[in-house]
């Protein structure tokens, strides 16, 4: 049965992603609804609400201002508000009711502005759609608005990561583990779309040199910065020990010569195993090992098989219903849930590292050109379960291991925008790092 | 990177001195903020009361969100299920279709089968005008061995008719039907938390004969089900109103409200009432009184003259509370609340009139948010908010009060006073963890 998640947990939604995008940036953020989404969110989808402090709130819209459409009070509500507090901008957020009645959250934003002489962005988000497109949703509005001026490239090679939320990430150290990586191999960190990032960061994201797309929610942005300022992107996140080599190549060849790249794609083909040196996610034999390696650089083959633009990307769509049949990946054994960068990525470190075939079930938005041939399209829960009895070993987050078959080996890796807190104080940091610390 | 902000300013019409303060609202309605204590029940705490029971919430992502991480965070997912609307099923008119194929696909994906479905529905349910009756006839037909039950997640509709709150309580006990009645038998309804037995109500009835119970004392949906065997409901949370009205209605169960209340007059008379009604002797009050009078000195002579901070989660009856404190001498200075049942009127007049500086912050206004949230001398708050807004280690962590009624109430009070005071507690844990009293694993 479609849309039923009987024995599982259900993601965070659109409504909260933008919350979680613009958090760190001064504004005010207001969502247009009842009086149970604030609560929901600063309790289970934004580990920064105690310790930092942010001005999100909500409208505590009512059943009367609902029918009689009273836009009034609310733009009341916002101006008197943004009056005070003085945020540096006000994104007003949409939510179920407001979509059922059809609330016109720019015309809000535009009169609020007015009003206020702050600037205002309406997102016409509805709580129905995941995270991942209100992240999206706001980072490219966000850079929009305020990414603007004309370009001043950094004397060095410098990066913004775009997409980076706690809902993908956590709090665990991830984010400033892939920032430190950047300044290892010789970058420097420009603004990372939103952690420890401000307003005025943004406003200077167009000085990059390359953007690392680290999940779905930072493509739209990456794509306006390539169009306003000609910045090429890579997308990746440079998990495991072998990966982050081969992904710092690409952002420096991205940047000098200006392609963007899908950087997992690479993984896999054409390439020869490398040795393990120790045991860990389903090293116990080396069945099913393939035919990986990875000495550093990246080949012309491999590159081409990264670059999704013209043509190729046209082959690589038509493809797709062809998934999960690789030509170098004779058995899959490993099926890791979750977003499409983040868990792409994963798979080609585990690929690179173990040599051993990995595929994503990605129950979240995506595209196809962030999806390799293997990977699947998982959104219902029975997807999952049919799925998932095809590997040997699931990686996930917790919440989904009740829909593992008896003796399928489940290795935990919490994923905030699924089951929340939960799981933080054993959420691991796998960033530039051997993978061994995912957990049974 | 975590940093603060830091504002120096006051807090414009978020903070105001009882003397200027209007009832039952103190504070103009706005743009909210959502503190992170999180203490109090939610519907999904309250429904898990009737045993061998499963949830089943029809919403839109952003609403389950908060509600599926409910009964996780409760360790109870085995006992909750989602089905999920997604615009298609607005714009299309399928709800029907989606919610009774939805039920379907859930009970047989389930281990166990559950003797009732409570199937929530949300706010968009009532803008789409969908057909709820042909939804439960539907599966009252295909699932004869199971009770479904209607429930509400409607924050929309919170300030017209019944609240959430109190429309969960009137649900609640909506699969009882009526039984022969039971002359002994006596329900305590509409509380989330088990009323303490040590208190005098508990050895009234039951040294009457009475068999005193609640829903908490309920093992087996057949235990719940002999609920409505009972031959008088009590209750003391002003929420279960309409549930008490409502059994009375449809099961002939007769109902007493018990107030919340910290004044020995009104508990008397209350238990006078009690008295008549089930012809029990007249309760000796006099002991009680003067334990309670006994445990307030100690805690008084402890605690001194620190500042007290109060917040509306921890009692039904806040103004009651604190105007028995301040009549013990408890240096009671702020008050956390937005706004006041209409039965506290006469306590916030009489506030008002002698101790006219008290401060009332609202705990929603947006500046709040920025409150500065550490204070030089130390307070002891009663309550997780007060507890987080006064930024104080020293606090009685307690929300719904407790189950803590009655003169014995007060002592256990004073005494949960008194080892706050004394012992700091880590704050940022233990007020973030969701329904205090049910399992959690945060």
């Not at chain 2, 303060?21 to 503190?35: D, H, M, R, W």
């Not at chain 2, 402890?302 to 806040?318: E, H, K, M």
């Amino acid at each position: 049965m479609r849309q039923t998640a009987g024995l599982i947990s259900t993601y965070s939604s659109d409504e909260f992603g933008i919350c979680s995008a613009l958090y760190e940036l001064g504004g005010m953020v207001v969502m247009h609804d009842a009086s149970g989404c604030n609560s929901t969110y600063t309790t289970h989808d934004e580990p920064r609400w105690y310790d930092m402090d942010s001005m999100i709130y909500i409208s505590a819209i009512s059943e009367m201002e609902a029918i009689m459409g009273d836009d009034e009070k609310l733009i009341r509500d916002l101006t008197e508000t943004a009056l005070e507090m003085k945020p540096k901008f006000v994104a007003v957020v949409g939510a179920p009711i407001p979509y059922m009645i059809g609330t016109d959250l720019s015309a809000i934003a535009a009169v609020t502005e007015q009003a206020t002489g702050i600037p205002c962005m309406g997102f016409a988000a509805n709580g129905m759609n995941y995270y991942t497109k209100g992240v999206s949703m706001a980072l490219e509005a966000i850079v929009r608005r305020f990414c603007t001026g004309p370009a001043l490239r950094t004397e060095n090679l410098s990066v913004n990561i775009l997409g980076a939320t706690p809902l993908d990430f956590s709090l665990n150290g991830s984010v400033d583990s892939i920032k430190d990586w950047i300044r290892e191999n010789h970058m420097e960190l420009n603004a990372c779309l939103s952690m420890g990032c401000t307003l005025e960061d943004i406003a200077g994201a167009g000085n990059a040199h390359v953007n690392l797309v680290v999940s779905y929610g930072g493509l739209a942005a990456a794509r306006y910065l390539k169009e306003q300022y000609g910045i090429p992107y890579v997308a990746g996140v440079p998990f495991g020990e072998r990966f982050p080599v081969m992904l710092a190549g690409m952002l420096k060849e991205a940047a000098a010569s200006g392609q963007d790249l899908v950087s997992y794609q690479a993984v896999g083909k054409n390439q020869t195993p490398p040795v393990p040196d120790a045991p860990y996610i389903g090293s116990d034999s080396d069945e099913g090992q393939k035919n990986i390696r990875y000495d550093g650089e990246y080949s012309g083959q491999e590159r081409r098989n990264c670059q999704l633009t013209g043509k190729a990307q046209e082959q690589k769509n038509d493809s797709q219903n062809k998934r999960n049949v690789h030509p170098q990946r004779d058995k899959v054994r490993i099926s890791i849930i979750g977003e499409s960068v983040f868990s792409a990525s994963l798979a080609a470190a585990i690929e690179l590292d173990r040599g051993i075939s990995a595929r994503v079930l990605c129950p979240l938005d995506t595209e196809d050109q962030l999806l390799r041939e293997c990977d699947l399209r998982t959104p219902e829960e029975d997807d999952l379960m049919e799925h998932l009895l095809e590997t040997e070993i699931a990686v996930g987050d917790p919440m989904y291991r009740v829909l593992c078959r008896d003796g399928q080996r489940f290795y935990s890796l919490p994923h905030e925008a699924f089951s929340g807190r939960i799981y933080d104080p054993v959420n691991p940091n796998l960033i530039n790092r051997k993978l061994e610390v995912l957990s049974c | 990177m975590l940093r603060r902000i830091q504002r120096e300013t006051d807090h414009p019409g978020a903070v105001v001195k009882i003397c200027e303060a209007s009832f039952p609202a103190p504070f103009k309605e706005g743009l909210e903020y959502s503190s992170p204590a999180r203490g109090t029940w939610n519907i999904v705490h309250t429904g898990m009361l009737i045993p061998e029971s499963h949830q089943i919430f029809v919403c839109a992502l952003g609403c389950l969100r908060g509600v599926v991480l409910t009964a996780a965070e409760m360790n109870a997912m085995d006992r909750y299920s989602s089905i999920i609307i997604r615009e298609e099923n607005v714009l299309d008119g399928t709800m029907e279709e989606l919610m009774v194929g939805g039920v379907a696909d859930v009970l047989e994906k389930l281990p166990y089968r559950p003797k009732a479905v409570l199937l929530f529905i949300s706010c968009q349910h009532f803008f789409l005008a969908y057909d709820q009756n042909q939804v439960f006839a539907e599966l009252r037909e295909k699932f004869p061995d199971i009770r479904f039950t209607d429930c509400y997640m409607i924050p929309t509709l919170r300030k017209s008719g019944l609240t959430p709150d109190q429309k969960m309580r009137v649900q609640l006990y909506s699969m009882l039907e009526n039984r022969p009645k039971d002359p002994q038998k006596i329900n305590l309804i509409g509380s989330n938390l088990p009323i303490c037995r040590s208190s005098e109500l508990v050895w009234m009835l039951e040294s009457g004969g009475y068999t005193f119970r609640s829903i908490h004392d309920c093992q087996t949906f057949e235990d719940y089900l002999a609920m409505a065997e009972a031959s008088v409901n009590l209750y003391y949370e002003p929420l279960a109103r309409m549930a008490a009205e409502d059994l009375e209605k449809r099961l002939c169960q007769p109902y007493l409200y018990m107030p919340f209340t910290f004044d020995d007059e009104e508990l008397s008379k209350a238990y006078a009432k009690l008295s008549e009604m089930l012809h029990l002797p007249k309760l000796d009050e006099e002991p009680l009184r003067r334990k309670k009078r006994e445990a307030l000195f100690a805690a008084k002579e402890l605690i001194g003259d620190t500042p007290v901070a109060v917040d509306y989660t921890l009692t039904f009856r806040i103004l009651s509370l604190v105007r028995l404190l301040l009549t013990y001498g408890f240096r009671v200075t702020e008050i956390y609340a937005d706004t006041f049942l209409p039965e506290e009127r006469e306590d916030f007049e009489w506030i008002r009139e002698n101790y006219p500086e008290i401060r009332i912050s609202s705990c929603v206004r947006p500046w709040m948010r920025f409150q500065e949230r550490e204070r030089e001398e130390k307070i002891l708050a009663l309550g997780q908010k007060a507890a987080y807004f006064t930024g104080t280690d020293y606090f009685v962590n307690l929300v719904e009060s407790g189950g803590l009624y009655g003169y014995d109430g007060v002592v256990r009070l004073a005494g949960l006073m008194q080892e706050a005071f004394l012992h700091k507690k880590d704050r940022k844990s233990v007020i973030q963890k969701k329904g205090l009293g049910c399992e959690s694993c945060i």
